[in-house]
């Protein structure tokens, strides 16, 4: 039914806040049996890839075009590294604006840039890293008055809650632990604030540890840096110097989680390990907390028996060279039933 109808009563939608709608959020939460059973907890995921956008961004995105729309909004902007410009664009021809939105150039997967220019958005590749094109939508917002749909839009984050909401739901209660990948640190914030308001209601009695999963060579909240040349395979969260860094410090601590940091290689082995434990394809930036959680268990800090939930933040055909570069090449063969034969012996 879409996150605003859902869940409209714990946002601030109004009678004048038009009804958009592309029937996001109500995402699978799948138990993942054989790799839970390997690291000795019980795992679960949030397959947030299955959202219409085929990431997490949609269940803000919809609210933050929303309100714009009811404050006047006529065009759309935003900076990403590449699942925030996908959810922009396309409730952007939803509600029928224009959008604007500018990718660090080179640096984002195939799949989303195809979605942005499907979807009809102006694309502008800059030379430059995203936290450079975040500076510059935010300066061509201020220059044109167009809605800026990065999460320095309050209305993201508010949206994103629901995430937590339906984790609560689904389990009935929160889990022990909620490993999430960071990269502007909204999502993580977003997540945080969702298990507090639900506890506060007293839909749910557990609070969870946050822990926060960053690539190596992206991980300013593991060094305690800003990170000025950031680079790695997950391009969605390669990211120096991210917005809700205070709010992600903050949830760490108050819910006694923790950041850690992980190596593209780690990723790249979660992200098979994924798929083929359990049929479930995540681009490379979801499976930085399976990465994760692999190394917390060999460093014996993985508390047996937990509850731990992972959000798997966008599809894996949204990158699929990346993942063509991990796998090997199908067989080829000739069309008879000899050549057939003698793969399948192989
Ligand atoms: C799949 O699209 O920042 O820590 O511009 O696409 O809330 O930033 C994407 C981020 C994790 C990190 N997983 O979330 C963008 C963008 C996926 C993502 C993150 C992103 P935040």
């Known amino acids: 039914m879409g996150v605003l109808k859902r869940y409209g009563e ?53 609210l933050a075009v929303a309100k714009a729309l009811e404050d006047g909004a006529k065009a759309f902007v935003c900076a990403s590294t590449g699942n925030t410009s996908a959810s922009a664009a396309a409730y952007a021809a939803r ?64 949206s994103q809650r629901t995430g937590a909401w339906e984790i609560c739901e689904s389990l009935g209660d929160a889990p022990d632990m909620h490993a999430i990948p960071v990269g502007n640190a909204g999502n993580i914030s977003a997540y945080w604030a969702g298990y507090r308001e639900f506890h506060k209601r007293g839909r749910s009695k557990k609070l969870p540890r946050m822990m926060g999963f960053q690539a190596e060579g992206a991980s300013p909240l593991v060094t305690g840096k800003e990170c000025p040349n950031p680079e790695t395979v997950a391009t969605a969260i390669r990211i120096g110097n991210p917005v809700s860094a205070n709010l992600a410090r903050e949830a760490a601590r108050e819910s006694g989680g923790e950041f850690n940091s992980v190596t593209d290689a780690e990723i790249l082995d979660a992200q098979r390990v994924l798929a083929s434990k359990c049929g479930i394809f995540a681009e490379p930036a979801s499976c930085a907390p399976l990465a994760g959680l692999i190394k917390l268990k060999r460093s014996g800090r993985l508390p047996e028996g937990s509850k731990v939930v992972m959000v798997l933040t966008g599809n894996g055909l949204k990158d699929p060279d990346t993942a063509l570069s991990q796998v090997e090449k199908p067989v080829s063969i000739g069309g008879t039933m000899e050549d057939l034969i003698e793969a399948i012996r192989l």
């Open 95 to 158: 509600v029928g604006a224009p959008c604007y939105v500018l990718l660090p150039s080179g640096k984002v997967a195939m799949g989303k840039l195809a979605q942005s220019l499907m979807y009809g958005a102006k694309v502008i590749a800059v030379d430059g890293n995203f936290d450079r094109t975040l500076e510059m939508a935010r300066e061509a917002s201020a220059k044109y008055g167009f809605a800026i749909v990065n999460s320095i839009n309050p209305y993201r984050l508010i």
């Open 10 to 62: 714990y946002l601030p939608v109004t009678e004048k806040t038009p009804a958009v709608n592309l029937e996001e959020g109500s995402t699978p939460l799948v138990r993942l049996g054989r790799i839970g059973s390997d690291l000795g907890i019980e795992l679960w995921g949030k397959l947030e890839g299955c959202n219409p956008t085929g990431s997490f961004k949609d269940r803000g995105m919809v």
